[in-house]
T-cell receptor, first 113, second 112 residues
Framework: NAGVTQTPKFQVLKTGQSMTLQCAQD?????MSWYRQDPGMGLRLIHY???????DQGEVPNGYNVSRSTTEDFPLRLLSAAPSQTSVYFC????????????FGSGTQLSVL | SQKIEQNSEALNIQEGKTATLTCNYT??????LQWYRQDPGRGPVFLLL?????KEKRKERLKVTFDTTLKQSLFHITASQPADSATYLC???????????FGKGTRLSVIA
C-alpha cells in the first residue's frame, strides 16, 4: 500500500491564481481531511469528509473548496490564491468510527506571491 | 474556550536522559488522546493512543499517561537518543466521530 499520496510536493502561485492539491489513499478509508500547518499555529483543520459525497468545514475553511466523488480521492481547491494561504498542507485519512489513528501524507508546501 | 496546549515549544535534553513532554487541555472531555511524531519536511506519524480509562500505556521506550482529573497527558521517552529529535504533537477528538484537534507541538532536541 502506498498509504496517503499528495501531489505536488511544492508549488508557487501568484496571487489570484487557482490550483488543486491532490490527495489519494489506497487504504479504503472513509474519513479524509485536510490540515494546514503554519509556524506557531500548529495543525488546523480546513475541511473533512466522512465518505463519498459528504464534506464538512473545519476551523479554517475560507478560500478553500473540496469535493469527494470517490472513496480514494479528496482534492483541495484554492479558487483565488492569497498570500495568507502560504502554508504546508497535509492530507490525512483514517478508518471510520473514531478511536483510530490518522495516516498523513507527506505534505504540499505552497507559496503564494 | 476550548484549548489544547503543549507547554513547551522546544525542549533540549542530554542523550540517555528521560524526556517528558506535557499536553494540557481545557473544556474538552476526550475519550482518548493520541501522540504523533513529526520530522522536518514530513507528515506526522502516529505513536500512541491512550483511552480515558487507561492511566498509562507503554511502547518500547515510550510511555504515555492520561489524567482526566488534571486534564493532562504526559509523554515520556526514556534513554533518549539523538534519533528521537523531532516535533511531538498531541491530539484529541472533542466528541465522538469528530475530527482530531492538535496541539502546536513540542520540538525535542536530544544532544549527544
Amino acid at each position: 500500500n502506498a498509504g496517503v499520496t499528495q501531489t505536488p510536493k511544492f508549488q508557487v502561485l501568484k496571487t489570484g491564481q487557482s490550483m488543486t492539491l491532490q490527495c489519494a489513499q489506497d487504504m479504503n478509508h472513509e474519513y479524509m481531511s485536510w490540515y494546514r500547518q503554519d509556524p506557531g499555529m500548529g495543525l488546523r483543520l480546513i475541511h473533512y469528509s466522512v465518505g463519498a459525497g459528504i464534506t464538512d468545514q473545519g476551523e479554517v475553511p475560507n478560500g478553500y473548496n473540496v469535493s469527494r466523488s470517490t472513496t480514494e480521492d479528496f482534492p483541495l481547491r484554492l479558487l483565488s490564491a492569497a498570500p495568507s494561504q502560504t502554508s504546508v498542507y497535509f492530507c490525512a485519512s483514517r478508518d471510520p468510527g473514531g478511536n483510530e489513528k490518522l495516516f498523513f501524507g507527506s505534505g504540499t508546501q505552497l507559496s503564494v506571491l | 474556550s476550548q484549548k489544547i496546549e503543549q507547554n513547551s515549544e522546544a525542549l533540549n535534553i542530554q542523550e540517555g536522559k528521560t524526556a517528558t513532554l506535557t499536553c494540557n487541555y481545557t473544556n474538552y472531555s476526550p475519550a482518548y488522546l493520541q501522540w504523533y511524531r513529526q520530522d522536518p519536511g514530513r507528515g506526522p506519524v502516529f505513536l500512541l493512543l491512550i483511552r480515558e480509562n487507561e492511566k498509562e500505556k507503554r511502547k518500547e521506550r515510550l510511555k504515555v499517561t492520561f489524567d482526566t482529573t488534571l486534564k493532562q497527558s504526559l509523554f515520556h521517552i526514556t534513554a533518549s537518543q539523538p534519533a528521537d529529535s523531532a516535533t511531538y504533537l498531541c491530539a484529541l477528538e472533542p466528541s465522538g466521530n469528530t475530527p482530531l484537534v492538535f496541539g502546536k507541538g513540542t520540538r525535542l532536541s536530544v544532544i549527544a
